[in-house]
């Protein structure tokens, strides 16, 4: 059998003078070692693709993070600080993309931008500095530390419903490397991991026909290394195995 088509949409990037569509390695790495699926990179243009025929293609979505945020038009903000990057062209894909998979059973997992797209996609909000809310921990790393210790355990979460069930506990330790964090939480989506703080570091959207699963921290990350990501990553894989042979068969 061949191994199922996941979609992965870039960002758009200056490297020097040029525009590039650029897609972090780390992420990719886990979607082919860890899922064991193929990524097909979907490059930003500036306007929304053919989703149809994207999706027409794929056995999963996967969604990334990012350096950039979502534009905070999308829920009726203005820019709180315009010195943080923005990509409106990857906003342009993503979230229509996060809509429409959904809608069509297509199996996916999205990590930190991902996981703050689909929020957005659905109808939800986001705090666009999280360390500036009452009651909030600093979620965001230590830019002049090792890459090793930003993505280094930085707190626990507590698990639940179908997350749990995959990683088979109910608290693990967790990086964290975000500045931004879900505000108000889209209707049909359904919390299952939240930081001690309150904050909500993961969800699934409830009565989606295929695996639709979102977390705040970077799994990616030495996935093959980590036993949860492999237990996350692996689960995302099957769910994408089960729509190619279903595909084939059809």
Known sequence: MKKPIVLVPACSKMLGLHPFNAVGKKYLDAVAQVADCQPLLIPVLGDTPDLDALLDLADGVMLTGSPSNVHPSHFDQPVRNP???LDPARDAVTLPLARRAIERGV????VCRGFQEINVALGGTLHQAVHEVAGFNDHR???TASLDVQYGEAHPVTLSGALADIVGATRVGVNSVHGQGVDRLADGL???AVADDGLVEAFRVAGAPAFAM???WHPEWKAAENPVSVKIFNA???ACRQRAQARSAG
Not at 107 to 110: D, H, I, K, L, V
């Open 83 to 85: 010195d943080l990057p």
């Open 190 to 192: 359904i919390a299952e």
């Open 107 to 110: 199996p996916m997992f999205a």
């Open 141 to 143: 790393e230590d830019k």
């Open 214 to 216: 979102a977390v705040q």
């Open 236 to 238: 995302f894989g099957d």
